[in-house]
């Protein structure tokens, strides 16, 4: 098989990119290892799509208001109706009027996983391979479990870190590894606990859904309930560290949703730990320990022109803009194409 461009990694930004390109002519292949499209981005689907990655977007985000127009996905703000719950590290509650973090921001109606499909469905079938571990790289090749392809360019739409520990079967500069390696990968130390219910019983209680805790497991919680309210759902960051997550964890979240939210919490219609430091297809063991906040990122100037710019870094972790986020996603997306599209198709 041959390609003019080989995409590695089919969660955000790769799946953009080859959209973008598939959209204006250019002959394109995409590769990705799971068994489905994403990367961080997947869903608990329970009589609707509840997010296990990412959540939200901004306002003045404009790559991804303008990507879920042309897809034609609704959008609708984070519920922030009520009064937010605080839990001291003794596990005394307080209500707390102010406590409305996410209060702005902005959800996809169907989940984050609707953009994906929405995405995937505007490329052909034969244009994406799911299921498709690479083995190595070299300029001008692309070595999978399943055989190998020829490509001009290659796009690593992968975290700088889960790149570097790929194998280049042709040099990289000196320092390339080290530099993409030092690059921390974004949410891949986190874990989120989703509990799913037929109605959201905090609003009928003047409760926003929204809530803080020094006691845990989870450190930050918020309504995670559909566009219309039902089926509802509360979901929070876990707050214990990499490492120390066991299966008893849903149980202590479930615990903690009864203290701070009332009975009607300890019987979800379902409970999902996603631990994505767990995942190696996310993090790396540099990956373990917490972020103590969000990353410069942006692409390093020591990889320098990867294989005569025949190589390209496309990540999320590498925008300019918003880096990490699904904005950088689509930031990183533009920039790889804009890049790939100055030069001719062959």
Known sequence: MDTDVAIIGGGLAGLALAEHLHRVGRDV????????????IDALNDGAAFDLGPSWFWPGQHRMAQLVARLGLGVFEQYAKGVG?????????????????????????????????ALARHLPA????????????????????????????????????LAAGLRFDTALPPGAVAAMTAIPTWMAGQAKVVATY???????????????????????????????????????????????????????????????????????????????????????????????GHPAYGLPRVPGNLWDGTLHLGGSETAAEFGGYLEGALCAAETVAARLLATPAR
Request: aromatic share 4%; charged share 15%; hydrophobic share 45%.
């Open 198 to 292: 037929d109605t959201a019983f905090w609003r009928l209680a003047g409760l926003s859904g929204d809530a803080a805790s020094q006691r845990g497991p989870l450190g930050e919680i918020h309504d995670a309930s559909a566009a219309s309210g039902q089926p509802a759902a509360l979901f929070g960051f876990v707050a214990t560290p990499p490492g120390q997550r066991d299966n008893a964890l849903c149980a202590a979240a479930l615990a903690q949703l009864v203290r701070m939210f009332g009975p009607q919490a300890a019987t979800p219609r379902q409970v999902v730990l996603r631990d994505w430091a767990a995942d190696p297809l996310t993090a790396t063991g540099a990956d373990q320990t917490p972020l103590p």
């Open 126 to 161: 034969d244009r994406i391979q799911t299921g498709q571990r690479v083995i190595g790289i070299g300029k001008g090749s692309v070595t999978l479990e399943q055989g190998q392809i020829r490509a001009r360019h290659i796009v690593l739409a992968l975290p700088p870190r």
């Open 85 to 117: 719950v605080y839990e001291n590290a003794a596990g005394a509650l307080m209500r707390a009027p102010g406590l409305v973090s996410m209060a702005g921001s902005l959800r996809v109606t169907g989940g984050m996983t609707a953009l994906i499909a």
């Open 29 to 40: 292949q995409l590769f990705e290892a799971r068994q489905r499209l994403g990367g961080r």
